[in-house]
Structure formats: C-alpha cells, structure tokens
C-alpha cells in the first residue's frame, strides 16, 4: 500500500466512531465558551489515539491543544465545535421542525469541523507512527467561533507561533480551497448616561441617554457614505433606557459590529466611530463608557499551500454520495424558495452550471480562484492566519443553495449527507498534510509568501487589552 493509501485506508470501525463523534456533539449543541462535553468527548479520543493534550489551553475551559509525533515541520490542524441560539431542528428531515424550539443548534455544522479536523490529524499520527517521519502533528480545539473568537485568545498567548502551515475546513454546499481573505471586526459597546426628569413636567432637567444613542445611529449611517465600499457597520440597541415614553432615559447602551478588509483598517474605522459617540456625548450633555467586547482579524490567505490542497482534491475528485443520501438532499432543495435556488446557481461561471444543473449536492471540484479580496463575513481563522501559513476548503455537507444558519444546515449536519463531506474534508486535509510533511520546503516556500504579503506588520491582536475569555458577553 502506498502512504496515500495508508491515509485513505477508511477503517469503517473508525468512520462509524467519527460519526458517532460528530452526531453526539450536534446534541450536545453547546453555544461559545460552554462547550464542555463536546471539548470532553474530542480530547478522550486524542488521549486514547495516544496524543499528549493539554485541556483549558490560554485559559479557555473548552479549549484543547494535543501534540504527536516529534521535530519539524509541525502541522496544524484547527476544528471547532460550537453551536447557534434559537436554532435547534430535528436531525435529518426536509421539513421545519424543533421539538424543543428557543434551544440551541448547530446551524453553522461545527460539530462536523470539528470532528474532521481531528480525523486528519489521527490520519496523520498513523502515518508518523508507522514511517518514523520527523515531523509533529498538532490538532487545536478552538471554542467560540460563532462570537468570541477562541482562535484571537489562542493566537494572544503565541499558541500557532511554532507551526510551519495550518490546515482546517468549513462545512458548505461546495467542494472548493477557500484562498481569499474575510473581513477583520471589531465588536464594541457605547453605553450613555444622563439624567432621568418628567418628559412632560420639567424635560429641560433631563439629558437623554436614548438621544445620544439616536443621534450615534444617524451620524454613523452618515459615514457610511465616507468609507471603503466594503466596510460593514450594523448595531443593536441593547438598552433603551426604559420602556416609559414620560421619562427622560437616563441609561441607553447600543452595541456595534464594525468591519473592514483589513485589522489596521477596523481599527481606523473604530476611532472614527468612537469620535461619532464622543459627539453624540457632547450633543446630549451625557457621558459615555466605550467597552471593546472582542475582534478578529481578517484572513491572509496562502496561495502556495492553496494551490497544495487543490491538487490534493482534483487528484482524488470530489466527495460520492449515495442515492439515499441525494434524494435527501433533493428534498432539503426543494424547501429552497425559488430566489435561494436562482443565488445559488448565479455563483457558477458557464463552465460550472452545467455540472450544477439538476444536481442536489455537489459532487464536483471548484477550480481555484486565489483572491486577496474579502468575502463579507469574518472568521477567528483570521486570527491563526497572521501567525502561520494557513489554508483552508469548504466541503460539500449540505445540499446545493442551502442557506447558512438555517434549520436546513442544523438538519443536514446529522446525517449521512454531513458524514460524507466531513469526511471527504478530513481526507483532504489528511492529504494536504501528508504533501507537507513529506515536502517540508512547501512550508517555507509558504512562510516566505506569508511574510511578503503582510509588508512587515506584525500581528496586532484586536482584542482588548487584558479582555478575559469569561468577560466576553
Ligand atoms: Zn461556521
């Protein structure tokens, strides 16, 4: 058997156990921070495949980092394991349906990531184990990617600084190396204070706190007008002061989601945006308490190790599924509203509709498109990427359109649709990493591309100083 065979080699024993993995975190479904039993049941199988791991890594309970193997290149592999609020959904059926509605569920397939993460990296061990290959295999159990971002506090305390690559994966409907960036954030309240007074007997000796959040909105939505075009900028009023229209508010909070392409322009947009509270403090003759809650960075995306993983993954063509498994995905696509499905099939250029039509899943490899350009969402993958040479695929565990954080993704991620891409992404990472180990000079190849594309900027954490895990809220 040749050694990719020996990585492919599926003992099915094993697969039924990743499954089992993957479908008793999806009802675990533990939101950011709290994921103490989907963190328990992954570091038991690291332990038991003969991993050293360290559990609470920089300072997060559900945080694990576990070693094998020994010298360099060192390799990792980055899973995640929370779940959404509000979005629990029966596991593999075509219709809406939560028996118990209001709890939480895995609408983004993390229970999934995370588990194939730790397929490849085992994949990987054996394969270190049985050759005797310098080499060491690192697998990062990063909590709270849905808000929290585990990935900034494991990068804060230098935790990716001795990799050579890193390696990880995002559910989807597509089997494609995601080589562009992602938007870096910023996450920050403004809480105002003034006096309370009798809206009605005596306004002038109230100072409304409601009206400097008011005014904060509109001069932000004024800005918009005077940033780069890709800047997002959404708030949530978190506290309007009151639910009584004849007092005066003396207590309002409104909290801020920025982002922007890069880390160095979130924070530009950040002062701008804080100038923008200063004066909605002026105008109302109210103070007001700034409190960062949390940022990633954008993506640096890797072209070298990119354009590794997509050989790996034409060389072995997409993932199979089974009739079963298409006609569920066919019933998931027909709750799909006619737009969904219309988005869905605009995103092909004319050389890939035509494997599109008709089909529920994707059983086909995108081809490779690198781009330093930002898609518009953000991702703590950000975070590890400035630090180490990091690639990552999107595979196919979802039916053609489906929408993200829906009850669709929630159902899809537990069942044999899901087993079968996650799967086939642990084989591609498994592969990509074996390329490296055995070709360490591909990660130098990649650091250098790293080191050109960042002008000499050292990493620059977005977190607030001295923010705690546990004081993210
Ligand atoms: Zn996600």
Redesign the pocket.
């Known amino acids: 058997m040749t050694e990719i065979q020996t990585i492919l080699a599926s003992d099915e024993t094993k697969k039924r156990e990743y499954d089992n993995a993957a479908d008793r975190i999806w009802g675990y479904a533990e939101t950011r921070f709290e994921e103490v039993r989907s963190a328990g049941l992954l570091s038991e199988i690291l332990e038991r495949e003969g991993f050293a791991v360290q559990n609470g890594a920089a300072g997060m309970d559900t945080a694990l980092v576990a070693s094998f193997g020994q010298g360099a290149p060192v390799i990792g592999l980055l899973g ?1 394991y929370d779940a959404l609020t509000n979005l629990n959904q029966t596991a593999g059926v075509a219709e809406k349906s939560a028996p118990e509605p209001g709890t939480n569920g895995h609408g ?3 229970n999934l ?1 995370g588990v194939a993460s730790l397929e490849a990296a085992v994949a990987l061990k054996d394969y270190l184990a049985s050759t005797g290959t310098s080499g060491t295999v690192r697998y990062y159990g990063c909590p709270a ?2 808000g929290g971002g585990g990935k900034c506090f494991m990068a804060r305390e230098h935790l990716f600084d001795d990799l050579d690559a890193a390696i990880t994966w ?1 559910p989807g409907d597509l089997n494609q190396v995601v080589a562009a960036s992602t938007l870096a954030n910023i996450e920050v309240y403004f809480s105002f204070t003034g006096s309370s007074a009798h809206a009605a007997a005596s306004p002038h000796l109230g100072r409304s706190a409601l009206d400097a959040v008011e005014l904060m909105n509109v001069a932000v939505n004024f800005l918009r007008e005077h940033v780069p075009q890709e800047v997002r900028m959404h708030y949530a009023v978190t506290n309007p002061g009151g639910l009584s229209p004849n007092v005066v508010q003396a207590k309002a909070e409104v909290l801020y989601l920025l982002r922007a392409p890069t880390a160095p322009q979130v924070r530009e947009l950040f002062e701008r945006v804080c100038n923008i509270a200063k004066g909605a403090s002026l105008m109302t003759e109210t103070t007001l308490e700034i409190t960062p809650n949390g940022g990633t960075a954008n993506v640096v995306p890797n072209d070298t190790l990119g354009r590794v993983m997509q050989q790996v993954m034409e060389e072995l063509g997409g993932p199979k599924f089974d009739e079963e498994e298409k006609n569920f995905a066919r019933q998931i696509e027909e709750t799909l509203t006619p737009e969904q499905r219309a988005a869905s099939m605009r995103r092909f250029s004319p050389e890939i509709t035509p494997k599109a039509q008709g089909k529920a899943v994707s059983e086909w490899v995108m081809p490779y498109v690198f781009t330093n350009a930002s898609l518009p969402f953000s991702t703590d993958v950000g975070d590890a990427s400035w630090n180490v040479p990091t690639v990552q695929l999107m595979a196919a565990t979802q039916a053609l359109g489906t929408p993200g954080h829906s009850w669709q993704v929630v159902s899809q991620s537990c069942s044999a649709v899901g087993h079968t891409g996650m799967h086939y992404a642990a084989q591609v990472m498994a592969l990509t990493g074996l390329r490296l180990l055995q070709e360490p000079e591909l990660c130098e190849k990649a650091k250098e591309e790293l080191k050109e594309r960042l002008h000499g900027m050292a990493y620059d954490c977005l977190l607030p100083e001295g923010l705690e895990p546990s004081a993210i809220h």
Do not use: A, D, I, S
């Open positions: 995640e983004c397939g993390h990531l990617e849905e995002h």
